[in-house]
């Protein structure tokens, strides 16, 4: 399993699924939704609507699951017990949200150890300079 908002879909997010994907035989990606990703992130995010995010992730996942808080991360989570989450780079040494959930009946953490090379974030930077 693993999870994130996969907006703007990008290099990065296809190295994270397809590390993913060699992990396990199935691979389930818990996908926050468009109200999630606003709280969380604040606009401009989500820039990509949850149903195209999610068509797209269906693309590499076997399934796709939507969730709109921290609460239904962890109903995900307890619910299907994945073997493994695993999470990108950028979390090397720091503690996984997902971590109490999984301690709870022995799933673990991967970190994939390829850094990404693109983030949403600088994306959406980059189309705002071209366009002023």
């Given at each position: 399993?693993?999870?994130?908002?996969?907006?703007?879909?990008?290099?990065?997010?296809?190295?994270?699924l397809k590390a993913a994907r060699k992990m396990g035989t199935v691979l389930i990606h818990e996908m926050g939704s468009d109200g999630e990703a606003r709280r969380l992130?604040?606009?401009?995010?989500?820039?990509?609507?949850?149903?195209?995010?999610?068509?797209?992730?269906a693309?590499?996942?076997d399934a796709v699951?939507?969730?709109?808080s921290p609460e239904d991360k962890a109903r995900v989570i307890t619910t299907v017990q994945p073997d493994i989450y695993v999470r990108g780079a950028e979390?090397?040494?720091?503690?996984f949200p997902e971590m109490p959930f999984l301690a709870q009946y022995?799933?673990?953490?991967?970190?994939?150890?390829?850094p990404d090379r693109e983030h949403t974030s600088a994306?959406?930077?980059?189309?705002?300079q071209?366009?002023?």
């Amino acid at each position: 399993m693993t999870g994130g908002y996969l907006d703007l879909f990008h290099v990065g997010h296809l190295d994270l699924l397809k590390a993913a994907r060699k992990m396990g035989t199935v691979l389930i990606h818990e996908m926050g939704s468009d109200g999630e990703a606003r709280r969380l992130k604040g606009p401009p995010h989500p820039v990509i609507p949850e149903a195209h995010r999610a068509e797209i992730a269906a693309e590499f996942c076997d399934a796709v699951i939507l969730i709109n808080s921290p609460e239904d991360k962890a109903r995900v989570i307890t619910t299907v017990q994945p073997d493994i989450y695993v999470r990108g780079a950028e979390y090397a040494g720091r503690q996984f949200p997902e971590m109490p959930f999984l301690a709870q009946y022995g799933g673990r953490c991967v970190v994939h150890d390829k850094p990404d090379r693109e983030h949403t974030s600088a994306i959406i930077r980059r189309i705002a300079q071209v366009s002023t």
